[in-house]
T-cell receptor, first 114, second 114 residues
Framework: AQSVSQHNHHVILSEAASLELGCNYS??????LFWYVQYPGQHLQLLLK????DPLVKGIKGFEAEFIKSKFSFNLRKPSVQWSDTAEYFC????????????WGLGTSLAVNP | GAVVSQHPSRVICKSGTSVKIECRSL??????MFWYRQFPKQSLMLMAT?????????EQGVEKDKFLINHASLTLSTLTVTSAHPEDSSFYIC??????????FGDGTRLSIL
């Protein structure tokens, strides 16, 4: 069955700490991968995406993610978090030929203490 | 970037009322729109996929007669919750996509049924 697993449900960090959020997926075929972020009181926003090419993808606000095909993973990283990174982070997977339907992870709640 | 407008942002109404939520893509033509439901502390649950000019495809367990979806144009889709009851109270989110681009999300609608 198709699924997306985010290992960390709640993460609490201090400012300047490094961040890595895990995302593993189970999905047949070629995939497109996404990380979305939802800041408090706001709508979901695309953080970064992987379609093809360089497996290390750079997104907005200093985030990056690495697609490791052999591990079926697409972990999100940021070397130094800020208080403003406090948000919910969602990993999603779609079929490369049809991004219309995404499989979503349960999300990770990140709280960054100033 | 692409903007998706969702209206209203909040609805409070009595049990038995029907509620219509609009989702508009403001600067692109959305061949596909999605309707999600988000429960507190949980991921997005896809309710239905709507392609312009055709009937929506509902996910398993979603009542099509309860949640009426209309996608009459490339910029507008509506979700009508018919005869709403307290258990329908939730956060409803739409997203819009064209061809193979990532989904862009609306701000969501908080529906509260008394």
């Amino acid at each position: 069955a198709q699924s997306v697993s985010q290992h960390n449900h709640h993460v609490i960090l201090s400012e300047a700490a490094s961040l890595e959020l895990g995302c593993n997926y189970s999905y047949g075929g070629t995939v497109n991968l996404f990380w979305y972020v939802q800041y408090p009181g706001q709508h979901l926003q695309l953080l970064l995406k992987y379609f093809s090419g360089d497996p290390l993808v750079k997104g907005i606000k200093g985030f990056e993610a690495e697609f490791i095909k052999s591990k079926f993973s697409f972990n999100l990283r940021k070397p130094s978090v800020q208080w403003s990174d406090t948000a919910e982070y969602f990993c999603a997977v779609g079929n490369a030929g049809n991004n219309r339907k995404l499989i979503w992870g349960l999300g990770t709640s990140l709280a960054v203490n100033p | 970037g692409a903007v998706v407008s969702q209206h209203p942002s909040r609805v409070i109404c009595k049990s038995g009322t029907s509620v219509k939520i609009e989702c508009r893509s403001l600067d692109f033509q959305a061949t596909t729109m999605f309707w999600y439901r988000q429960f507190p502390k949980q991921s997005l649950m896809l309710m239905a996929t709507s392609n312009e000019g055709s009937k929506a495809t509902y996910e398993q367990g979603v009542e099509k007669d309860k949640f009426l979806i209309n996608h009459a144009s490339l910029t507008l889709s509506t979700l009508t919750v018919t005869s709403a009851h307290p258990e329908d109270s939730s956060f409803y989110i739409c997203s819009a996509a064209d061809s193979n681009q990532p989904q862009h999300f609306g701000d969501g609608t908080r529906l509260s049924i008394l």
